[in-house]
């Protein structure tokens, strides 16, 4: 498990590129046949990958001090790659692709396994501390009414779907979507935005190749961007921006962990005062 620690505003302004990536860029998700995980310092989330040729089992390691690993954590799951089955202390949950899972505080043994060989499951998670049991749900994407935002006018038309939120499944602190970008847009979460009272993580996938995303973060009058990837997620302290804009249509899931699961939390950024 790789570590990250917390960066202070005023530390990040100094930063090179180099130093922006290696702090908040998360790289080389969804390796056949590898778990990937990297621990953040901000709010202690887990954001971690699991692309099974063969079954895969979530091991702890010395990094949380625990005996398995949801003993004091809870955990999110999206599957973007084929079909897959994630088994939880023996019982099998079906994931097709958009398909979500949340697994409450407490259970032991957890095994990705994808459906075809062919046509991998790639299973992207956040993990965040818990204080108590949640019942564990399977979440269909044809279930969710997504909300609408934006408009083609601004290059910001897109459907922001909620998987773990208080209204719908719960849980402790984890709160975790997808937003999906209608064709010909390119832009999310502008105007933007920070929430003082909680982290957020964004992975980019649905995304060609040759295409790119540069995402913008830093302190409202102090910002920064860093070009991302297909596949690839980035970190977003409470103090920074995260919006970001792609050279072509794309898809992000979101995950937030902090003191309040109020999704309307924001505090919104004039684009007038925006440097």
């Known amino acids: 498990m790789e570590i990250r620690h917390s960066v ?3 530390d990040a302004i100094r930063y090179t590129t180099s130093q922006l990536r290696e702090r908040f860029l998360i790289q080389g998700l969804f390796v056949p046949n590898e778990v990937k995980m990297v621990y953040s310092h901000v709010d202690r989330m887990i954001t971690g990958s699991a692309c099974p040729l063969k079954p895969l089992a979530l091991e702890v390691g010395k990094e949380i001090g625990v005996e398995y690993f949801l003993e004091r954590r809870e955990m999110g799951i999206i599957n973007i790659g084929g079909a897959g089955i994630v088994a939880i202390d023996g019982k099998d949950y079906s994931l097709d692709t958009t398909d979500g899972l949340y697994i409450g505080m407490g259970a032991r043994k957890i095994i990705f396994t994808s459906s075809n060989a062919q046509n991998l499951a790639k299973f992207y998670f956040n993990s965040a501390p818990a204080h108590m049991t949640y019942p564990t749900v399977k979440i269909e994407r044809s279930t969710i009414v997504p909300t609408h935002l934006g408009s083609i006018e601004q290059s910001n038309d897109r459907n922001l779907y909620k998987y773990i939120h208080p209204a719908g499944v719960r849980s ?7 937003t999906a970008l209608e064709p010909g847009n390119m832009w999310n979460s502008m105007p933007c935005h920070t929430h003082d009272r909680r982290m ?8 060609p190749e040759d295409g790119l995303i540069f995402h913008y973060m830093g302190e409202p009058t102090e910002t920064r961007h860093i070009v991302m990837h297909n596949e690839e997620a980035v970190i977003s302290p409470s103090w ?4 970001g804009v792609g050279t072509r249509c794309y898809t992000f ?4 962990a902090g003191e309040n699961q109020t999704f309307d939390d924001m505090d919104h950024v004039n684009l ?3 440097k």
């Open 240 to 243: 920074s921006i995260h919006s």
């Open 200 to 207: 957020e993580v964004y992975l980019y996938f649905n995304l």
């Open 8 to 10: 202070h505003p005023e």
């Open 272 to 274: 007038k005062t925006l």
């Open 253 to 256: 899931i979101w995950g937030m």
């Open 172 to 178: 402790c602190q984890l709160v975790m979507g997808m």
